[in-house]
């Protein structure tokens, strides 16, 4: 029984040994204008999953989502989220489309994850993925703001969404 426990101990050794000299060796092609592989694309996002459950506090967004709350997340997202997320004018960000991975277009396909997630994403960002901490830009209240503005995207009140249409056609 020892032996067989020191042969498994051994194996995963082994394995880990193996994968770090075949990333050394630069067997791993790290262009930003390649698709990631299935396993790599499976290992970061699980990887990003479990750290957002482990980290994130699950907070209901303290912010009520008034037609003025929602006005400022638009005014938010325009100034720092559209280079990347795309645009109010429904039009794909070409830097966004160029980061590696691929920006999330958010007004083209909004997201539908929890405001919490989206809150801790924000405020946090995501390693390796060109997403940068807002956290020493904008205030919480602010974060959340945009949040909101990002969850209701595709049922704003109308007053938003005139908001919205003005701000295309100034």
């Known amino acids: 029984m020892k032996n067989f426990i020191l042969g498994g101990i051994a194996a995963v050794a082994l394995l880990g040994l193996g994968g770090l000299a075949f990333a050394l060796l ?5 262009d930003a ?5 299935k396993a790599e694309t499976w ?3 699980n990887a990003m999953d479990a750290s957002m459950q482990r980290h994130a506090a699950h ?3 303290p912010v009520p989502a008034t037609d003025a709350n929602l006005i400022d997340g ?15 004018d429904k039009k794909p960000a ?3 489309k160029q980061l590696y991975p691929p920006a999330p277009q958010l007004i083209l396909d909004p997201i539908d994850d929890p405001e919490w997630r989206t809150f801790y994403a924000i405020k946090h ?35 938003v969404q005139e908001h919205w249409t003005k701000s295309l056609n100034p």
Do not use: Q
């Open 26 to 30: 630069g067997l791993i092609n790290t």
């Open 33 to 37: 204008d390649r698709t990631p592989g």
């Open 43 to 45: 290992l970061a996002t």
């Open 59 to 61: 907070n209901n967004n």
């Open 74 to 88: 638009l005014k938010v997202y325009t100034m720092a989220c559209a280079e990347c997320h795309g645009g109010l």
């Open 94 to 96: 070409l830097f966004g």
């Open 125 to 159: 960002g995501v390693r390796n993925t060109g997403m940068p901490a807002w956290n020493r830009a904008f205030s919480d209240e602010d974060i959340w703001k945009v949040t909101a503005f990002l969850s209701r995207i595709e049922k704003l009140p109308p007053a």
